[in-house]
């Protein structure tokens, strides 16, 4: 099993910049990547932004040039600083592991609230 902690919401204004950190413990040689998914109210969650194990990564196309995704491969914990931030960026931000065998994001955070105000 995965555990992921996550931290760094909270309430900014529009423009306005945060850092989301995701700390995973456990069965770590079982994941393959790790993302940031979010979810608004009323909205399907969505995938925001993943990194590989080798460091590849993916945006979605409304974050793309705003939000970057980085990782401590030695603290087991990944990054999203999130700049220019608008407010339909309002939602809760999850922590997500992708197991390496089923190549899905099995593992899931608690979530963090992040609000942008107008």
């Known amino acids: 099993q995965v555990q992921l902690v996550e931290s760094g919401g909270g309430l900014v204004q529009a423009g306005g910049s945060l850092r989301l950190s995701c700390a995973a413990s456990?069965?770590?040689?079982?994941?393959?990547?790790m993302g940031w998914y979010r979810q608004a109210p009323g909205k399907q969650r969505e995938l925001v932004a993943d990194i590989t194990n080798v460091g590849s990564t993916n945006y979605a196309d409304s974050v793309k040039g705003r939000f970057t995704i980085s990782r401590d491969s030695a603290k087991n914990t990944v990054y999203l600083q999130m700049n220019s931030l608008k407010p339909e960026d309002t939602a809760v931000y999850y922590c997500a592991a992708q197991n390496r065998w089923r190549l899905r994001y099995d593992y899931w955070g608690q979530g963090t609230q992040v609000t942008v105000s107008s």
């Open positions: 456990g069965s770590i040689f079982s994941i393959n990547a």
